[in-house]
C-alpha cells in the first residue's frame, strides 16, 4: 500500500516533500530512492522515435544590411 500511494500521489503532483511526510520518512531522498516507481504510460510518454522525420523549418529571408 505504501508503495502504491506514494507513487500515485507523486504521479498526481503531490509535492514529494508532502508525500515524504506522509510516510513518516526522514529524507525526500528515500522517498524517491525506495518508493517512486516509473508507471508504463510514464515511460512510453517518454519514448522518442529516432526514425522519425524531423520538421523542415525553411530558412531565414535575407536581409541587405546596406
Known amino acids: ?4 500511494y ?3 500521489a ?3 503532483g503531490m509535492p514529494v516533500e508532502v508525500v515524504s511526510k506522509v ?3 526522514a529524507r525526500v531522498s528515500i522517498t524517491l ?3 517512486r516507481q516509473v508507471l508504463d504510460n510514464e515511460r512510453r510518454a517518454a519514448v522518442v522515435d529516432l ?4 520538421p523542415v ?3 531565414a ?4 544590411l546596406n
Open 1 to 4: 500500500m505504501r508503495h502504491t
Open 6 to 8: 506514494a507513487t500515485l
Open 10 to 12: 507523486l504521479r498526481r
Open 23 to 25: 510516510l513518516g520518512h
Open 33 to 35: 530512492d525506495v518508493y
Open 51 to 54: 526514425f522519425e522525420q524531423a
Open 57 to 59: 523549418v525553411p530558412p
Open 61 to 64: 529571408p535575407a536581409v541587405s
